[in-house]
C-alpha cells in the first residue's frame, strides 16, 4: 500500500479563498452529467450545525468539503470510470490498497483517519490543490512527483473509505484554505446560482433529478437497484413493473410515471413524495390481466417535477417476443 500525505477530505470547514486569479477546473470524470452520473452533494455553506449548499439548497450536509460526483450503481463502478486530473499539476500524494467496501458493510476495514480511502493529491500553481478520493483499489495510475496534465488518468471511481456510494468526492483547497468551486467567494452565504465559478466549462446545478429507471416483473428491492441487478422481465404473464431511482427529492415533489405498449396505455400514476430524501425510489405496475402481455415494445416514461418544474425525465423501453 502507498500511503503518503493523504488527508482526510470530507469533513473540512469551509473556508474563504484568497487571490482566485485565473485558475480553473475541468471536469474530473469520464462521465455525462445528468446521464451517466450526477452530483449527490455539494460543500456545506452554513457556519453552524445544519447543511446547505451554495444555491442555499439542501445537497449538502454538516461540514462536507467537496463535491461528490456519483454514479447510478455499482454496476456502473465495476465496469470502470476514469477519475482525471482536474487542471495541471504535481501528484503529491497518493494512497492504494485500500478495499471497496461500503462503510459499515461487511469486511469494512478500520479508517484510522484515511476517511479518503484510495487518492490522489495534486499541487497546482499559485498554492492551489485539489483531492480526489474514494478511488477503486488497485486503480491509481501515478505516483508522488509525477508531473500531469489536466485529463490525466489519475484512477477509477470507486467505493473505498468513508463513503456509502461510489462516487469521487473531489476537494479543492487555496493556500491549505478549502474552496467551493462553485462559488469561491464568502462561504457563509449563499443563493442564488451566479457565473461566479471556477469550472472551465459551466457546471449545471441540478437540485434534484432522477439517477436510474427500468422494467420489472416485481417490485425490487432497493439494495438490487442500487446494486445495478435490476432482472429485465421476458415472461408476458408477469406483472409489468416500471421502476425510477431518484436523489435529492423533497416532501412535495411530484413523480408521474406511464406505460404505453402494443395495445396502447398500460397505465398512468402520478404519486407525491412524502419525504424529503438524499436517495430513493418508486415503482408502478400492474398484472397481466385476461392472459398474457401482448409481443413487442413497451415504453416507460417518468418524469419528476417540483412546485410545477420538471427536475428530470427518463424513457426505458422494453421488447417482450
Not at 467505493?159 to 469561491?184: C, I, Q
Amino acid at each position: 500500500m502507498i500511503r503518503t500525505g493523504l488527508r482526510s477530505a470530507c469533513l473540512l470547514a469551509l473556508v474563504p479563498a484568497t487571490g482566485a486569479g485565473a485558475f480553473t477546473l475541468d471536469w474530473p470524470v469520464a462521465c455525462t452529467l445528468g446521464d451517466t452520473c450526477y452530483i449527490q452533494q455539494y460543500a456545506d455553506r452554513d457556519p453552524g450545525p445544519g447543511a446547505r449548499d451554495f444555491t442555499c439548497g439542501p445537497l449538502s450536509y454538516d461540514t462536507h468539503s467537496g463535491t461528490d460526483i456519483a454514479l447510478p450503481d455499482l454496476a456502473a463502478m465495476r465496469a470502470g470510470v476514469d477519475v482525471r486530473a482536474a487542471a495541471d499539476g504535481t501528484v503529491a500524494a497518493v494512497r492504494d490498497g485500500m478495499p471497496d467496501i461500503a462503510l459499515g458493510g461487511p469486511g469494512a476495514p478500520d479508517l484510522d483517519g484515511r476517511d479518503c480511502g484510495n487518492g490522489v493529491r495534486i499541487t497546482h500553481n499559485e498554492g492551489w490543490e485539489t483531492q480526489y478520493c474514494h478511488l477503486a483499489q488497485g486503480s491509481v495510475a501515478v505516483r508522488p512527483g509525477d508531473r500531469v496534465t489536466s485529463g490525466t488518468p489519475l484512477g477509477r471511481i470507486g467505493l473505498s473509505g468513508r463513503t456509502e456510494f461510489p462516487h469521487l468526492h473531489l476537494t479543492l483547497r487555496k493556500d491549505g484554505a478549502t474552496v467551493d468551486p462553485f462559488a469561491p467567494g464568502a462561504t457563509d452565504t449563499c443563493g442564488p446560482e451566479s457565473n461566479a465559478t471556477l469550472w472551465s466549462d459551466p457546471v449545471p446545478y441540478t437540485p434534484g433529478g432522477l439517477v436510474s429507471a427500468g422494467f420489472a416483473d416485481a417490485v425490487p428491492a432497493f439494495e438490487t437497484i442500487l446494486a445495478g441487478e435490476v432482472p429485465v422481465p421476458t415472461d408476458r404473464s408477469a406483472p409489468l413493473v416500471l421502476w425510477a431511482h431518484y436523489f435529492g427529492n423533497r416532501a412535495g415533489d411530484v413523480m408521474a410515471l406511464r406505460i404505453t405498449g402494443p395495445a396502447g396505455v398500460v397505465m398512468t400514476e402520478t404519486v407525491t413524495l412524502e419525504r424529503t430524501q438524499a436517495r430513493g425510489f418508486r415503482a408502478v405496475g400492474k398484472r397481466a390481466g385476461g392472459g398474457p402481455w401482448p409481443p413487442g415494445t413497451y415504453t416507460g416514461e417518468i418524469a419528476l417535477a417540483r412546485d410545477g418544474a420538471v427536475l428530470g425525465r427518463r424513457t426505458v423501453t422494453l421488447d417482450l417476443p
